[in-house]
């Protein structure tokens, strides 16, 4: 199961895998059905999760909505943390997950926008560089696992933090290494050399430890969010939590 699913991730494209991945899903959610882990998310109990990653992670992806150890945590945090669930909002989505799309798109309170340049979920197609709306436009950004991927992170950022209102907020997520500064060459343009560099064929940077401060420079506000160290252990098992996961949320800055 762990060879299939880290060939596949490697090398399906991420638009064929967003359509047919919930179908072949279902299958293994109706084998997998126990009490040992649950999925704050959408409310499924398995007797574990499925393993995900190139490198594949034990106990990572539930079957049932497809949410993943980061998606568990950040959901927990929308309920625990935000009014994100009652406030009238107006929300963009970048690059929207499965998990979360109906289930957002369900809130009467929210006015709810997904966006992005190529993934078949979202509804409008937008390049993070140039966003199509004006000014003070939204109350929350969500982009998460994007910033490796785009050409400039800092230009996207300084996109957000236009379009953000004065008392907006959001969660811009991406894979953070053990590195002292973040790792970037922009001579490297062959797929298998992003690979081994930067851990994908479709990255373009390997963030290090200066993912925030790296961040701020395009005017936003960054905070450091411990919320995972605020999680009992008991619920950090039951939930599969990724124990040492920042959360970076975003507000508003100059």
Excluded at 47 to 53: A, S, T
Excluded at 164 to 187: I, R
Excluded at 218 to 237: C, P, R
Excluded at 241 to 248: S, V
Aim: proline fraction near 6%; hydrophobic fraction near 40%.
């Amino acid at each position: 199961m762990k060879s299939i699913i880290s060939f596949v991730i490697r090398y399906v494209p991420r638009p064929i895998l967003q359509q047919v991945s919930p179908w072949a899903m279902k299958i293994l959610s109706l084998v997998n059905k126990g009490n040992e882990v649950e999925c704050p998310v959408c409310s499924s109990h398995y007797k574990k999760f499925l393993p995900y990653g190139r490198i594949a992670r034990e106990n990572a992806l539930c079957p049932n909505c497809l949410a993943l150890e980061r998606h568990r945590l950040m959901w927990l945090f929308l309920k625990k943390k935000t009014d994100f669930f009652s406030a009238p909002l107006k929300v963009l989505h970048v690059a929207p997950e499965h998990c979360f799309i109906e289930r957002f798109e369900s809130l009467s309170n929210l006015d709810y926008i997904t966006a992005d340049i190529e993934s078949p979920l979202a509804k409008v197609k937008m390049d993070v560089h140039s966003i199509p709306f004006p000014d003070n436009s939204f109350d929350v950004i969500f982009c998460n696992h994007v910033l490796e991927h785009v050409d400039d992170d800092l230009l996207a950022c300084s996109e957000f933090n236009r379009v953000l209102k004065p008392s907006g907020w959001g969660v811009l997520q991406s894979p953070v290494y053990s590195l002292a500064e973040t790792l970037e060459d922009k001579t490297i343009t062959d797929p298998a050399e992003r690979e081994r560099i930067f851990g994908q064929r479709d990255h373009v940077r390997k963030f290090g430890k200066d993912y925030a401060e790296r961040l701020r420079k395009s005017g936003l506000n960054i905070e450091e969010n411990q919320f995972v160290k605020q999680i009992g252990e008991d619920l950090i098992k039951k939930y599969a939590l990724p124990k040492d996961e920042i959360i970076f949320v975003c507000r508003k800055g100059n």
